[in-house]
C-alpha cells in the first residue's frame, strides 16, 4: 500500500474499501472538499456505492462546517447599532435595578402610589 499522504501514487482500480478510508483526509484536503469530483476516482466510487455515500455524507459536513464561518452579508436582516445601543441601555437599567437595595425599591413605590393619588 502506498503512504496515506501520497494520494498522486493511488491506484485507484485496485484500491480496496478499507484502504481508501485511509486516504480519505489527504484526498479531502487535496480536492477542497470536493472528492467526488476527482476524475481519478469516477470508477472506484461507482463500483463501491458505501464509499461513495460515505464520500457524499462528507463533503455535505465538510460544506456545511465551511459555511459556519462565511459572513451572511444580509445587512438588511442584521440588527441596526441603535437596537444594540437600546439593548445595551436596557441591560444597564436592569442591572441598576437588581442592585439596588429592597428598602430603596419599597420607597421608590411608595412615592409612585403618591403620586398617583
Known amino acids: 500500500m502506498t503512504e ?4 498522486n501514487s493511488i491506484n485507484f482500480d485496485t484500491l480496496k474499501p478499507e484502504e481508501f478510508e485511509n486516504y480519505l483526509p489527504y484526498l479531502f484536503a487535496s480536492g477542497n472538499g470536493k472528492v467526488s469530483q476527482n476524475p481519478r476516482l469516477q470508477k472506484f466510487l ?5 464509499c461513495a455515500a460515505l464520500v457524499s455524507d462528507l463533503e455535505t459536513i465538510a460544506e456545511t462546517a465551511r459555511s459556519l464561518f462565511e459572513p451572511t452579508g444580509d445587512a438588511v436582516n442584521d440588527p441596526s447599532d441603535q ?11 436592569e442591572s441598576v435595578l437588581a442592585s439596588a ?5 419599597e420607597e421608590i413605590e411608595e412615592d409612585e402610589v403618591k403620586e398617583i393619588n
Do not use: H, M
Open 4 to 7: 496515506p499522504g501520497d494520494i
Open 46 to 50: 461507482a463500483g463501491n456505492p458505501d
Open 83 to 93: 437596537v444594540w445601543n437600546n439593548i445595551q441601555t436596557k441591560l444597564r437599567e
Open 101 to 105: 437595595p429592597e428598602d430603596d425599591e
